[in-house]
């Protein structure tokens, strides 16, 4: 069965702090690997990955993907209170149009 | 100008009735979904339309009936709720012809079974 997990299930930190969360995955035939934001209500795209040691940039987020060990990371810099999220990792696995999501990882930022 | 609409936002029921979620997107995509969020927050696929046929029918139970009367609209119907229904129900939509098209999420639906 394709599963997809992240960790930790749970950070929180101080403004300004840097953070990365985890996101590792067992799928049969992987496609891509995808970053979401939720906040209260729907989850916002933040990043496609599908080429293994290219990094993807965007202001103080960055996520690469490592397709040896099944993993990817999300980076988060100089982070902000804006940043609070639960942060979803889904994988396109098993031919298109399905995606696999990890549990989350929430995210607090205290200032 | 939403890309993807849902409605109702919150839907407050009580267990054995029907009900409808109704979803909409004006991206021009050709595959829409439905996800249900459980209160642990992990979503999970139910359904998906290209081109109003329907391509992923996950096990479901046939309580839920997704409709798609053309590619921008795509309902949900659920029969005889159960407490065990209530959760977020996000409807998405993405463009399968180009590979890069992540999903575009709708704000979801809060069900609440009684």
């Known amino acids: 069965e394709d599963k997809v997990v992240q960790s930790p299930l749970s950070l929180v930190v101080h403004e300004g702090d840097t953070v990365t969360l985890n996101c590792s995955y067992e799928v049969t035939n992987f496609r891509s690997l995808l970053w979401y934001k939720q906040e209260k209500k729907a989850p916002t795209f933040l990043f496609m990955l599908t080429s293994s040691g290219i990094e993807k940039k965007s202001g103080r987020l960055s996520s690469i993907l490592d397709k040896k060990e099944l993993s990817s990371i999300l980076n988060i810099t100089a982070t902000q209170t804006g940043d609070s999220a639960i942060y979803l990792c889904?994988?396109?696995?098993?031919?298109?149009?399905?995606?696999?999501f990890g549990q989350g990882t929430r995210l607090t930022i205290n200032p | 100008d939403t890309a993807v609409s849902q409605t109702p936002k919150y839907l407050v029921t009580q267990m054995g009735n029907d009900k409808s979620i109704k979803c909409e997107q004006n991206?021009?995509?050709?595959?829409m979904y439905w996800y249900k969020q459980d209160s642990k927050k992990f979503l999970k696929i139910m359904f998906s339309y290209n081109n109003k046929e329907l391509i992923i029918n996950e096990t479901v139970p046939n309580r839920f009936s997704p409709k798609s009367p053309d590619k921008a609209h795509l309902n949900l119907h659920i029969n005889s709720l159960e407490l065990g229904d209530s959760a977020v129900y996000f409807c998405?939509?993405?463009?399968?012809?180009?590979?890069?098209?992540?999903?575009?999420f709708g704000n979801g639906t809060r069900l609440t079974v009684t």
């Open positions: 991206l021009g995509h050709d595959t």
């Open positions: 998405a939509s993405s463009q399968t012809s180009n590979y890069n098209s992540p999903l575009h």
């Open positions: 889904a994988v396109e696995a098993g031919g298109a149009q399905k995606l696999v």
